[in-house]
């Protein structure tokens, strides 16, 4: 007679039953990005705080604490209120344009023509194009002597050579140049959101309005715009931190000019505290960014929780 033998369940390691649990694997799934966030954000920004607080340059490196004498010297200065005044204007001005960009741009498209698919292909173009190459394409189309804008305006005869407009040498002029060229980075973003929140409205409730008589203006702002408000609103957090903080367009278009017309904070904390070696001050003027933008982001964060459907 043959005696089948019970089968004995292999042993595993307690490290195998640790791994079972859902709270340690998610902890460590979600380890690698606390660290990258804590090395490449927390110690700079608490380096910012260290050299805030002090009288640190690089022409007298020794570190003295001065408290918070540099955001007082920051706050008085004249050009800093300015500077501050046209990071508002620029932020919220290309966001406002790009979404209105944006909006009639996913609209276009959420409608059948040939040539669709290729467009949604390229529209993501301003996007992807690596920043310095767009702006110096920007900056030619918007020369003084070389405008392709002007140009134009003048082939169709709506100016004249004698009063083509200085697009750069303009403070207003070179304000809305640069709100144009951020607006135009920031617009196939605002048309995949309303593409992606578009197609998420159940269709039955835009063909109950449509039986009901609404139009097309009434279905697209009372009834689809209210339910996409809160991704719109997601991605306008995004694109409000992003400009903010960014400098690179007002760096290598204008240079903060004309007469420091177009500085932005991002730009003047740069010029202090890196190529003028006043690192205390700059790093004042950039620490000015946080609370801001703390401020934007809380009522925007609280406005999509009031919102949610």
Do not use: C
């Not at 689809?224 to 995004?238: C, D, H």
């Not at 505290?273 to 401020?295: E, K, N, Q």
């Amino acid at each position: 007679m043959v005696a089948i033998a019970d089968s004995v369940p292999k042993a595993h390691s307690r490290f195998h039953f640790i791994l079972d649990r859902r709270d340690v694997l998610g902890s460590l799934m979600v380890a690698p990005a606390i660290l990258y966030v804590l090395l490449l954000v927390g110690v700079p920004f608490l380096m910012a705080v260290y050299y805030s607080m002090s009288a640190y340059t690089i022409y007298n490196p020794s570190w003295s604490f001065v408290g918070l004498s540099n955001f007082v010297d920051v706050v008085e200065n004249p050009a800093f209120r300015q500077t501050l005044y046209n990071t508002f204007i620029f932020t919220f001005g290309s966001q406002i344009l790009g979404l209105v960009l944006g909006k009639f741009g996913a609209l276009l498209l959420l409608r059948p023509f040939p040539g669709r698919k290729f467009v949604r292909a390229i529209i993501i173009l301003p996007w992807a194009v690596p920043i310095a190459l767009a702006t110096v394409a920007w900056q030619w189309m918007f020369d003084s002597l070389y405008s392709v804008i002007n140009w134009t305006l003048i082939a169709l005869g709506f100016i004249t050579r004698a009063n083509a407009p200085n697009w750069l040498g303009n403070p207003d002029l070179a304000m809305l140049s640069i709100i144009v060229v951020n607006a135009w980075r920031f617009f196939p973003f605002a048309i995949v959101i309303f593409l992606a929140g578009i197609t998420a409205v159940p269709q039955d409730v835009i063909d109950a309005a449509t039986v009901d008589g609404a139009g097309f203006w009434r279905k697209n702002y009372q009834i689809i715009v209210p339910m996409i408000l809160p991704i719109v609103a997601i991605g306008l957090v995004f694109g409000i931190v992003f400009t903010f903080t960014d400098l690179s367009i007002v760096f290598l278009m204008t240079n903060g000019g004309p007469v420091g017309a177009t500085s932005v904070l991002g730009f003047a904390g740069f010029q202090t505290g890196i190529t003028s070696g006043d690192v205390s001050h700059g790093a004042a003027i950039s620490l000015f960014m946080l609370p801001v933008l703390l401020v934007v982001v809380i009522f925007m964060l609280r406005f999509i929780r009031r919102r949610e459907i």
